[in-house]
């Protein structure tokens, strides 16, 4: 079967800085990729130019149907596709939970206001929060909004799932439960892209790791890679406290 995402030999420079090289790698439909590597090897780059919120120097990129990196992509397509969710969960703090996963579904896809709302419950007892759906955001925990976040995604019913580090910023049990809503989603079929520093949960939920070294794929393969590293860089990221 054809791979829903296909990285091929992408490169990448802010200035003087590489900061992808040679960069290829694919995703199957359904199947749940984690990207690990140290700060600043390039894992939120690469995933950032899968959704073209920056632009490749060369390589090719395809996420479904959509050549993400030939000039004649349709920009909005690709993003009503590709749902993407950030350590930070950027809800608009004057909209209730409610009103936040409507949004774009209402002014993007132009969808009713009845079925808008509809999908948003929908997508909020995904996430385990049908109960906070007219609470403000200020009223939930990180975790809970974290959760809104991905629901708020969900709503544009993704092909794709993007995460950079969605649970860097909270304590271990609010963590929990946004890698719980994370695994549920993997459990229903969703395919997804994760940048993660939480190792049990990559081994766990993960069809295959990528580790990023330097702006590289420096080892990729099953969980087992974890266990019998083939490269002096990982066994040093692993030992390193994870
Ligand atoms: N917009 C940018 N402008 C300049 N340098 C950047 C920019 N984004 C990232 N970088 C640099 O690219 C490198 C890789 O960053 P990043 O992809 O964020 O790594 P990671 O997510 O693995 O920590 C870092 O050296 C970072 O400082
Ligand atoms: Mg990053």
């Known amino acids: 079967m054809l791979p829903i995402v296909e990285v091929e030999n992408v490169f990448k420079s802010f200035g003087s800085t590489r900061v992808l090289e040679d960069v290829s790698f694919s995703v199957s439909k359904g199947s749940v990729v984690a990207i690990i590597g140290r700060s600043g090897s390039g894992k939120s780059t690469a995933l950032r130019c899968i959704d073209r919120l920056e632009i490749v120097d060369s390589g090719r990129i395809r ?25 930070s969960y950027n809800l608009f703090p004057h909209l209730t939970v409610e009103e936040n996963i409507m949004l774009a579904p209402r002014l993007v896809q132009k969808t009713r206001r009845s079925a808008a709302r509809e999908s948003a419950m929908q997508v909020l007892t995904q996430v385990g929060l049908a109960d906070k759906a007219t609470c403000y955001p200020s009223q939930l925990s990180g975790g809970q909004q974290q959760r809104v976040a991905i629901a708020r995604s969900l709503a544009m019913a993704p092909q794709l799932m993007l995460f950079d580090e969605v649970t860097s910023a909270l304590d271990p049990q609010l963590t929990g439960e946004v890698l719980r809503v994370m695994e549920g989603l993997a459990t229903d079929g969703m395919t997804m892209i994760l940048v993660t520093h939480e190792m049990a949960f990559a081994r766990k939920v993960a069809d295959e790791i990528i580790f990023m070294h330097q702006g590289r794929v420096w080892e990729r393969g099953p969980a087992e890679i974890l266990d019998a590293p083939a490269t002096a860089e990982l066994r040093d990221f692993i030992g390193n406290g994870l």
């Open 63 to 87: 996420v479904a149907e959509h050549e993400v990196t030939s000039s004649g992509l349709d920009l909005h397509q690709l993003r009503r596709d590709v749902g993407i969710v950030f350590q």
